[in-house]
């Protein structure tokens, strides 16, 4: 994943779409067959609105022993290559339009979402991490949403959210990333990495930052990724976050979900952030 002077790392955002089609996966055997993506993929990720510059397959390890095989478009969006060809039908409607807001990919409620802080062997979250993980359900529990959440530490990874520390296979990186809602459940691995090292509010940043994608929402800055010193849309034209009313339409700096952080955050939702979680929750 691509580094940033002066930050410590992008939020890598999982967006990982399930949908059913026989024919779609054995078409699919055609042009990912090896390491190199086809064009014809290619093309797909630029039509959904991703950027392709650099997109190669990677794998990522989860705590349960499974491996998840995964297009890392653009350096931090993570996309099923097994399913990226059924996503025209997102194309077909004009782009990606917002994960975060559409009603079908967010967390169906009122809700308790279970969440277990993974402690076994490698991906054992680090003391700070767990302390960062409890301030986290802290954050969204005292908001009264209609989702709640639940926390235990502990070696399974039987719950809604799983939580855990894959330094030992992202080194020299820091940060973390998960998915995006699908079919009304929050999206289960949430990965952190490189930050035993870091304060306890930076832990808490991180994990409330991507406990927000896993349960809807996309980077407040997704426009530009200015957060990340940049000027890159994470979408195109017409595509991207549906703005939420009574939050800003421009830049907003304290943000917990920017797509990129710093060692002087707090961990704590601004009052945009706020906002938006009670209009969705």
């Known amino acids: 994943m691509r580094k940033f002077q002066n930050f410590m790392k992008i939020f890598a955002v999982s967006a ?29 990720i630029e039509a959904l609105a991703f950027n392709s510059e650099g997109a190669e397959l990677r794998s990522i390890v989860r705590p349960d022993g499974t491996t998840d095989r995964v297009i890392m478009a653009g350096g931090d969006i993570e996309l099923d290559p097994d399913r990226i060809m059924d996503m025209s039908i997102y194309a077909d409607q004009g782009g990606i339009q917002s994960e975060q807001y559409r ?10 979402i279970s969440v277990i802080g993974y402690t076994g062997g490698q991906f054992a ?43 030992v296979n992202n080194p020299g990186s820091s940060g973390g990333s998960a998915g ?24 808490e940043h991180v994990i409330t930052h991507e406990m927000g994608h896993a349960v809807g929402f996309r980077h407040t800055d997704y426009f530009s990724r200015q957060s990340c010193g940049q000027n890159v849309n994470e979408g ?13 339409t421009g830049f907003d700096p304290n943000s917990i ?25």
């Open 103 to 112: 009603t079908n990919n967010l967390v169906s409620q009122p809700r308790t």
């Open 257 to 281: 979900m920017l797509a990129c952080f710093n060692s002087g955050v707090n961990g704590e939702f601004n009052a945009n952030d706020r906002t938006a979680l009670r209009f969705l929750y």
């Open 125 to 167: 979250l680090s003391t700070r991490g767990r302390t960062g993980l409890q301030w986290a359900i802290n954050n969204y529990n005292r908001l009264n949403l209609g989702i709640r959440f639940t926390l235990q530490f502990a070696t399974s990874t039987n719950a809604d959210m799983v939580i855990y520390d894959n330094s």
């Open 16 to 44: 990982i779409f399930a949908f059913v089609s026989c024919e779609t996966e054995e078409a699919e055997a055609d042009v990912l067959t090896t390491d190199a993506l086809s064009q014809e993929v290619i093309n797909q």
């Open 180 to 203: 995006f809602p699908v079919s009304g459940n929050p999206h289960k691995f949430i990965q952190i990495y490189g930050l035993s090292g870091s304060s306890n509010n930076v832990n």
């Open 236 to 248: 195109s034209a017409g595509v991207g976050a549906v703005h939420i009313p009574g939050t800003p």
